[in-house]
């Protein structure tokens, strides 16, 4: 067991949005966390980056409860994650933002960064190779020296989990990843979540609402409505679970 | 090869080629160099309070008092202390880097308007402490820092002082460019784009946001011993909250987040008043004027004038091509 939610609760104000939630991720797994809007989906994973504080519950990683830590130390742990609505560095290249997606892993202080001291020309000749390999895995190297703000929305999405991915994670939260990408690159992107799963060893934790995508990467499901899981399972189980059906559709009226 | 080499080394290269020109450009007249000197060190200062503003999004309306803080700091060392000026000269920096780094620490809770106005209060109430402690710092008569002397040598001649200038501009610029192309940089410039995304990449957002103050001002510091050293004369009316509004002014003509923008800055907002000191109160109505239309006309400073100039020529082209 690499990840575990236990009892998450998380309120604002008077507002439950996530209700004793508990999870179990393995190695190796793609989960999907699913659910309608409004779900408390997006909440869990900011619990988890640590942007918002747990009234109650554990979020344990490797054994190790995480709660103590603060959001910029979360990514050093091991978890990384991407955003709903990007949240790039608008005004900096495709590059620059990858190499700052390497920054817990670079040691170079102000001192040999100010000298250009050799540790600093290595870590960066480093950084550069890394991020050319990630976009090389992702056919976008042509566009490494392009400014983010100038980039289609598909790309800026690929950006946004290509950074995360810099700092090779072991866990890798992905919030909405395929939102606004259309259909070819949708499957692109779903070849590449197994690829990474399969050959970096990377574990997800994605919330999705493209249903076909979900049910044929992931590995194991989570559905969430209001707050509370309302169910958990394999891909086939849960395309076919009634509450789950009626969380998306609604109760069909008898009566009528 | 030769010519990646070339593009690599070709401005730092063709910058400092023009630094050592220009005493042979001015010639032999000693207000010009003066001049030349002033923007020296205006521009320093006007690129580490880029490095604050430009690069990493935050504000400080105080920044003649890190200069003051170089300044004095400086003065007493070498006066009081008995410090050698080449050792003085950097410690400046680091005590003013310390300071700095203080004044970094409200940083990280304030934002915007409100930072504003708390480094508009360390900007009043430095030079009226330098006033107020006139056992330091001789209060209205001010301190006589003596010229720097190197290894024995003693930079007397303006020639001399100008090239020492140069230099220390030249080590300057060349380590804040580096620290901006740095994991450092970067993260300066990723809390100016966004607090959450930079501290989702591990980021440790309070620190980077005290560390820029203290990197800006170290580099203020530097230029504030340097000025201490060069005019041979300090008192609390050269750091008033109107010297912190020129140097506010120098980045937004020069533009943000650039290292050039701010040499360009530095020149024009010390060459003004330069050229209209005949008459009283003009310097203060054509820098307004210029403020104004640098901000109307290039928002992104006069550094981006040639960047317009290019795309500009860009679609001329284009368009010609398409009138064949």
Known sequence: MLFELKDLTVQFGGLTAVNNLSLTIEQNQIFSLIGPNGAGKTTVLNAISRFCRPVKGEIRFEGRDILALKPHQVVRAGIARSFQNVELFANMTVMDNLKTGLHPLLRSGVFSSAFALPLFRREEREAVRKAEELLDMLSMRDIANETVKNLPFGHQKIVDIARALMSRPKLLLLDEPVAGLNPAETEKMGEFFCRIRDEWGITILMIEHDMSLVMKISDRIAVMDFGNKIAEGLPDEIQNHPDVIEAYLGVRDESA | ?324
């Not at chain 2, 209060?121 to 820092?145: H, N, Q, R, Y």
């Not at chain 2, 002082?161 to 610029?173: E, G, H, N, P, S």
């Not at chain 2, 340097?226 to 020129?246: C, E, K, M, Q, R």
Request: aromatic fraction near 12%.
């Open chain 2, 1 to 324: 090869m030769i010519k990646n080499v070339w593009n690599r080394y070709r401005n730092p290269t063709l910058f400092t080629l023009l630094l050592m020109l220009i005493p042979a450009v001015i010639g032999g007249q000693k207000h010009l160099l003066t001049t030349a000197c002033m923007v020296l060190i205006y521009s320093i200062i006007a690129m580490s309070l880029n490095l604050l503003m430009g690069f990493g999004g935050q504000i400080s309306i105080g920044h003649a008092s890190f200069m003051a803080i170089g300044a004095y700091s400086s003065a007493i060392f070498t006066l009081k202390l008995g410090i050698p000026f080449w050792i003085a000269l950097p410690a400046a920096g680091f005590f003013t880097a310390l300071i700095g780094f203080g004044v970094g620490l409200p940083a990280v809770r304030l934002k915007g308007h409100f930072l504003a106005v708390a480094t508009l209060g360390f900007g009043v109430a430095i030079p009226e402490l330098t006033m107020k402690w006139d056992k330091l710092t001789g209060g209205f008569s001010g301190l006589f820092p003596e010229k720097p002397v190197l290894f024995g040598y003693i930079f007397k001649s303006d020639l001399s002082l100008y090239y020492l200038i140069a230099v220390v501009t030249l080590l300057c610029t060349w380590l804040m460019r580096n620290l901006i192309n740095s994991r450092i940089g970067r993260a300066f410039v990723a809390i100016r784009e966004s607090e959450v995304a930079a501290a989702a990449m591990g980021i440790n957002v309070p620190l980077y946001k005290a560390l820029m103050f203290s990197i800006s001002a170290f580099f203020t510091g530097v230029a504030g011993s340097l000025y201490a050293h060069y005019i041979g004369f300090i008192s609390p009316f050269d750091f008033n909250i109107g010297i912190s509004l020129t140097l506010l002014a120098m980045v937004v003509v020069g533009g943000f987040a650039s290292i050039p923008g701010s040499f360009i800055g530095a020149l024009v907002l010390t060459l003004i008043p330069e050229f209209t000191n005949h008459v009283a109160g003009l310097s203060l109505v054509v820098t307004g004027i210029a403020l104004v239309l640098v901000t109307l006309f290039f928002p992104d400073g006069l550094v981006s004038v040639r960047k317009i100039w290019q795309e500009r020529l860009k679609k001329r082209k284009v368009v010609s091509k398409h009138a064949l």
